[in-house]
């Protein structure tokens, strides 16, 4: 289960360093039924894909790794001080042998009953994170307990619970759904989670002369889990707009609702442009920090028109125009606000368009424009899982 809460794959701008604080035991190794112990090197043995998944997130997002473990007793007896160190040395120096080093460790060594000021989910140990320059908000708790969900609740950041053989049946009380930002199955899950923040979004904008409202989702089939792609809703008013914005959605394979309120009474200019203006702000914010995106798209797509829409997510707003429209009206919409759509979609998007058009059916070639368009948003929003990569040598978007 995923709740809708991003986790940037960066943490905010001078926020301070985020930190991962993870569990130990049913977490990073498992944990034995009845002891709980982990107190011999027999017993010692990591979850599937905790490994390498720590590697991949300390590899590609900019955490910092902290242990933080209750160790009920540890140094009696029963839990002999000797018998842990041996389990920990070893499990940390495999860890440190595929790059993944923890910044701190903190282990509480007391029994629940103590209350103890310093055992999760109290935050005695983790003060320097509380009264220093840490962006909790983006930091993440990650652990198989509710102690560990709430322990993330106390200190303001979020939780992933991550599923073991002895957490199956857990359920997590109402007070705690709001700081989970994912209930992991596996660690397969939790790198997914990571690699593919959400791009599914809603962004209203509203002036005096026109108040829209979209919604998108540049990955209709991972949030939906349906098909078809490509579903949309539009309502602007104006018929003929409204059949233009539908294919954006039908061959970007995106989903997409907008809902506009415009001057139409004193005419379409308002709404056309801050339609162009609203969706284009909504694919910037959709994007996120781009990484792992194509960038590009591009395509010439055929009636008995030809156009070409080449498209660059690049940061930076620019529009080439050439497509001549030699009727000044089709259906409701003025001709001349083709142009003003895009280029106050560049603008607010920032990014670049070329546009070219050519051909003598006025409606073909408009219709050309759009879908050529919808088709180079499909690719330059395409995203590779498996290279998270920003696509620029600049190292920002
Ligand atoms: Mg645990």
């Known amino acids: 289960m995923r709740n809708n809460k991003t986790i940037p794959l960066k943490g905010g701008a001078g926020g301070g360093p985020r930190i991962l604080f993870i569990d130990r035991d049913g977490t990073i190794i498992v944990e034995p039924p009845i002891t709980f112990q982990i107190d011999s090197l027999e017993k010692l043995e990591f979850l599937p894909y905790a490994i390498s998944t720590l590697r991949k997130i300390a590899e590609q997002m900019d955490f910092e790794f902290v242990m933080v473990s209750n160790q009920d007793g540890l140094g009696t007896k029963k839990y002999p001080q000797k018998a842990y160190d041996l389990v920990q040395r070893k499990m940390m120096k495999t860890l440190k042998n595929e790059g993944i080093i923890f910044s701190d460790i903190f282990i509480d060594k007391s029994f629940d009953e103590d209350n103890a000021p310093n055992r999760k989910p109290r935050t005695g140990m983790l ?36 599923r073991n053989a002895l957490n199956k049946k857990l359920k997590v009380p109402a007070e705690l759904t709001d700081v989970l930002a994912l209930d992991a199955k596996d660690w397969n899950a939790i790198y997914t989670f990571f690699s593919s923040p959400s791009r599914n979004i809603s962004h209203t904008r509203k002036t005096n002369e026109t108040s829209i409202a979209i919604g998108l989702d540049l990955d209709p089939s991972t949030s939906s889990g349906q098909v078809p792609k490509g579903k949309s809703k539009i309502s602007t008013g104006l018929p003929f707009f409204d059949h233009m ?153």
């Open 245 to 397: 914005l539908e294919q954006i959605a039908k061959h970007g394979n995106i989903d997409l609702t907008i809902s506009a309120k415009g001057d139409l009474q004193i005419d379409e200019h308002h709404t056309i442009e801050d339609v162009g203006i609203t969706l284009g702000e909504t694919f910037l914010k959709a994007l996120g920090d781009k990484r792992g995106i194509e960038r590009y798209g591009f395509c010439l797509p055929m009636d008995d028109c030809l156009a070409q829409v080449a498209l660059d997510f690049g940061g930076r707003n620019w529009i080439e125009w050439k497509a001549e429209f030699k009727r000044e009206k089709i259906g409701e919409m003025p001709t001349e606000m083709f142009f003003h759509f895009f280029k106050s979609f560049s603008d607010a998007a920032k990014c670049n368009l070329n546009i070219k058009a050519e051909g003598t059916n006025e409606h073909h070639k408009i219709e050309a424009i759009f879908k050529a368009f919808a088709k180079a948003i499909k690719m330059a929003v395409k995203r590779d899982k498996d290279n998270m990569q920003l696509p620029s040598t600049k190292g920002v978007l």
């Open 127 to 162: 003060k320097k994170y509380i009264s220093g320059n840490y962006d909790l908000k983006n930091s993440i708790v990650l652990g198989d307990r509710l102690t560990d969900l709430k322990l993330a609740k106390n200190l303001g950041s979020k939780a992933i619970l991550i």
